[in-house]
Structure formats: structure tokens, C-alpha cells
Nanobody, 117 residues
Framework: QVQLVESGGGLVQPGGSLRLSCAASGSIPILYVMAWHRQAPGKQRELVATMTSGGLTNYADSMKGRFTISRNNAKNTVYLQMDSLNSGDTAEYYC???????????WGEGTLVTVST
């Protein structure tokens, strides 16, 4: 069983930055993929970015150039650096992980990011 705990959300002004963290716990090896998704009010959950244990990354088009995903494999922790935030980035941000390609997927409970004046 894998538990994912996000942190770092909060209120930020437009143009500002935030760094989210997600730590995985449990008796687990290095997680194959760790990722961030988000869900804005009234909208479907969408992919933000993914990163494999080997360092391969993938970003949603609207986040490219503004968001950066990174991870510490030894700690099974993933980060999301978010810059140039705008009101459209307001959402609950969820951590996601898989132990292996065909393994089970796990979700965190989310951390709220609000971009507002």
C-alpha cells in the first residue's frame, strides 16, 4: 500500500509562484511514475505533469514553460514548481503514483491552490 501526502498549496497572487511537494510512504520500491493532476471547480481532473523514475517528463501543453516537475527517487518524493500562475491555475492539485507499468495507481487527497488578488 502506498500513501501519498501533498503539501505546499495555498493562496498566491497572479504572476506568483508556488512549490508543491508529494511524499510517498509505505513499504515500496522506487515508484515507476509520479505525477501531478489537477481539478478545477466544475471541471474534470486533468494531467499536469508526469515523471518516471528514469527522469522522463511529460507536461500538459498549457503548463509547458511555467511548471516544472522534479523528484527525489531515494525519498519517493515529487515536486511541482509552478511559476507565472494565473487564475486558470486555481484547482485542487493531486499527486499520483504507480509502482510499476502494470501496477496499481495511487492518489493523494489533494492540496488546494488558489490564484487570486
Amino acid at each position: 500500500q502506498v500513501q501519498l501526502v501533498e503539501s505546499g498549496g495555498g493562496l498566491v497572487q497572479p504572476g506568483g509562484s508556488l512549490r508543491l511537494s508529494c511524499a510517498a510512504s509505505g513499504s515500496i520500491p522506487i515508484l515507476y511514475v509520479m505525477a501531478w493532476h489537477r481539478q478545477a471547480p466544475g471541471k474534470q481532473r486533468e494531467l499536469v505533469a508526469t515523471m518516471t523514475s528514469g527522469g522522463l517528463t511529460n507536461y500538459a501543453d498549457s503548463m509547458k514553460g511555467r511548471f516544472t516537475i522534479s523528484r527525489n527517487n531515494a525519498k519517493n518524493t515529487v515536486y511541482l514548481q509552478m511559476d507565472s500562475l494565473n487564475s486558470g491555475d486555481t484547482a485542487e492539485y493531486y499527486c499520483y503514483a504507480k509502482v510499476s507499468v502494470r501496477g496499481a495507481a495511487y492518489w493523494g487527497e489533494g492540496t488546494l491552490v488558489t490564484v487570486s488578488t
